[in-house]
């Protein structure tokens, strides 16, 4: 690995592609990459296998995708996709940036990527070649040349579709597919979670009271972390009738008992009704925000986030939106969640004056 001493010049020469142990193999993927550079430690199967577990799902979905970007790059090039000098890395990050037009966001996690293949397991090294004082000063270069930007610089009024849910009564004549929209969307909007969280809620560990439904949460939420994971769920029980979730959910529960044939909480609405996943939710959140008169071309399922959180700041502290949402600071809240209301779809004095 390169790295940069006093007086020293960084290298960019392209070595010559000759290790067959880092031939191009089209479908190896960050998993079998890493694998195959902690085997040289020489450790039992089943402690790779723990290992490569630090790497959670949607983690290993976004560093496969630059992984193999890289391996096509360096096989493109003759380089040798384990052991390249700072050089390579930074053609290749440049790359990204200038023909791809990547964010910084998206550069960083590229980076990231990268550092999984140039970590040194055996322990020799303290620090990845993706961590070199060059590619930090290009990062921080393109950080300057493309800042990030939020991807809504507003939200939608919560209100809007709300008023919408209201309509959707009585909750025995709706259909099991209206029924099922109405319990996410306020699901969704009571809870403040992502639709993996909504995706993994079980009835075998739902306990049901007077006022509430509780779940402990089976899945690790995107911010739960070793010293600090979410727990549980509650939604409770609401006064006006037609926005209540614990009403909703008991009635999704009764009418789904006869279709279920596992106990993940939501269902399909249609044959043979087995449990959905995140992509199905997200889905579903979308469709009845369209119905509510969002536009939902600008705003998507995990808008329901922001549009919950920056509502329910005008009236509590937000101390209690962290601790109920499972957020560690305010930062997290303030630079991504908390949004002006957009009011474009009411009737302001200047729209009324020239109607």
């Known amino acids: 690995m390169s790295t940069l001493g006093e007086g020293q010049q960084v290298s960019v020469r392209t070595p010559t592609y000759s290790s067959p142990s880092t031939k191009l193999t089209v479908m190896s993927t960050n998993l079998q990459v890493v694998r195959e550079i902690i ?79 140039f970590t040194d397991y055996q322990g020799r090294e303290d620090r990845p070649l993706t961590h070199h004082v060059l590619v930090t000063k290009y990062m921080k270069g393109v950080f300057n040349c493309r800042p990030p930007a939020p991807r809504y610089a507003v939200t939608w009024d919560a209100n809007i579709v709300l008023d919408y849910l209201a309509l959707m009564q009585p909750l025995d004549k709706l259909s099991l597919r ?112 369209g119905l509510a008169g969002i536009d939902t071309v600008m705003f998507t399922a995990h808008s329901t986030r922001a549009a919950s959180a920056s509502k329910a700041s005008r009236s509590i502290p937000v101390d209690e939106i962290l601790k109920h949402i499972g957020w560690a600071s305010a930062t997290t809240f303030n630079r991504y969640y908390n949004k002006p209301i957009d009011n474009s779809n009411k009737n302001a004095y200047d729209v009324a004056v020239l109607q």
């Open 39 to 117: 085997a040289d430690v020489s450790l039992p199967a089943e402690i790779e296998d723990v290992i490569l577990c630090s790497w959670r799902q949607s983690t290993r979905k976004q560093y496969d995708v630059h992984i193999r970007k890289w391996r096509q790059f360096c096989f493109q090039r003759e380089i040798d996709f384990l052991h390249p000098v700072v050089g390579d890395v930074l053609k290749f990050l440049h790359n990204l940036f200038k023909e791809e037009g990547l964010s910084y966001s998206s550069l960083n996690t590229a980076r990231s990527a990268l550092a999984c293949c």
């Open 178 to 289: 209206d029924l099922s929209y109405k319990l996410v969307m306020l699901m969704a909007l009571t809870s403040g979670q992502r639709c993996n969280m909504l995706a993994g809620l079980d009835t075998k560990s739902m306990i049901k009271s007077e006022n509430s439904f509780d779940f402990s949460i089976t899945v690790l939420a995107k911010q739960d972390r070793p010293n600090k994971l979410f727990s549980s769920l509650r939604f409770k029980k609401y006064s006006k009738q037609e926005l209540c979730v614990f009403n909703t959910l008991e009635s999704y529960l009764d009418r789904t008992q006869p279709l279920r044939s596992e106990s993940k909480l939501l269902i399909s609405y249609v044959r043979p009704f087995k449990s959905v996943g995140v992509s199905t939710i997200g889905r579903w959140l979308k469709t009845l925000l």
